[in-house]
């Protein structure tokens, strides 16, 4: 598909959204999608920005739909047990939150005699 009338496609369904008073969507992502969409597939997004969600706006923000001779797009998220609520993106580098310092400390009293 080509660029315009993959915009068109994607603002008419946003009208269609529009219309019907849909916040909630889900990202519909092929097995075998570019890099860019892969780590959405199945992520909800909110097209309002609600709590506890992506934005509509940062998903295609980071070329989800909106990159070129995509095939990914956006339904109505209905209650889908499989959705995420953040993409999943590789990890590039280890995590400096990783918590793992929990240290038992032995108490053991040495008793002399
Ligand atoms: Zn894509």
């Known amino acids: 598909m080509r660029g315009q009338e993959q915009d068109v496609l994607r603002e008419t ?3 269609r959204f529009t219309e019907l008073e849909i916040d909630l969507l889900i ?23 609600a709590k506890g969600y992506p934005s509509l706006q940062e998903a ?4 989800v ?5 995509c095939r990914s797009g956006f339904s ?10 953040t993409p999943k993106y590789p990890a590039k580098k280890p995590s400096s ?5 929990q240290i038992q400390r032995g108490n053991e009293r040495q008793i002399r005699k």
Do not use: F, L, M
């Not at 990202?27 to 920005?49: E, K, L, Q, Y």
């Not at 739909?65 to 001779?69: A, G, V």
């Open 76 to 85: 109505a998220y209905s209650g889908d047990k499989t959705a995420q609520t």
């Open 27 to 49: 990202a519909n992502v092929a097995a075998d999608a570019s890099p860019i969409c892969a780590p959405w597939g199945n992520v909800v997004v909110s097209r309002s920005g």
């Open 65 to 69: 739909t909106t990159h070129n001779n």
């Open 60 to 63: 295609e923000g980071a070329g």
């Open 13 to 15: 369904r946003q009208e």
């Open 97 to 101: 939150q990783y918590q793992n310092t």
